[in-house]
């Protein structure tokens, strides 16, 4: 798996992250919103990173041996789940904040753990693949940081549709187009 390849999944796992951000922003005040979303983004590619960490340390210390193998398969089942993950969400309610909860730590923690899982699956697909760990969570916590002020940026009090929507459906589809790439090539 190619260096293009995994910056492209971390720009799919992050839609996710800007699809929450989207939905907060439509919920929030002005003034508010631009310190919330500098907090936001940083937790969001916190976690991102320490998920993806757990995930790759996970895969080096309990499965190396085990699954050299199959590190194809195991990648293609993570990266197939994940993307059907995201197709289901593109149609269902996603998590967001509203001005009475920018001050709750502990929503934003729950919240942030929970966008994270998909990174602990990619950390655990990335290493099963031998590639290097750190330019790849530098570049998972930039896109993550970048994707959540972005969907904070595009929405607003106004808007009537969430277009984030769209492109989780995209990134969902990318990434079981990833994961099948993996297994024929």
């Known amino acids: 798996m190619g260096m ?3 910056i492209l ?13 989207n939905m907060s922003a439509m919920k929030l005040e002005a003034g508010s919103k631009n310190i919330f979303s500098i907090k936001m983004a940083l937790f ?4 991102n990173a320490l998920f993806f960490g757990l995930g790759y340390l996970i895969s080096i210390i309990f499965f190396r041996d085990w699954v050299y193998f ?9 990266l197939l789940l994940l993307g059907i993950k995201f197709m289901l969400e593109s149609i269902e309610k996603s998590p967001s904040f509203t001005n009475l909860e920018t001050d709750d730590t502990r929503k934003l923690i729950k919240v942030s753990s929970l ?3 998909n990174s602990f699956l990619v950390g655990y697909a990335v290493e099963t693949m031998d590639t290097s760990f750190f330019p790849q969570v530098a570049f998972l916590l930039i896109i993550t940081f970048c994707l959540t002020l972005l969907g904070f940026h595009l929405g607003n009090k106004n808007s009537k549709t969430v277009a984030s929507k769209k492109v989780e459906l ?7 187009i990833m994961g099948v790439r993996l297994i024929i090539v």
């Open 44 to 47: 969001f590619a916190g976690f």
């Open 115 to 117: 966008m994270g899982l």
């Open 170 to 176: 995209i990134a969902g589809i990318l990434l079981v």
């Open 70 to 78: 199959a590190h194809n398969w195991v990648a293609f089942a993570f």
């Open 9 to 21: 999944i971390f720009i799919c796992i992050c839609v996710d992250n800007m699809v929450c951000a």
């Open 4 to 6: 293009l390849a995994v």
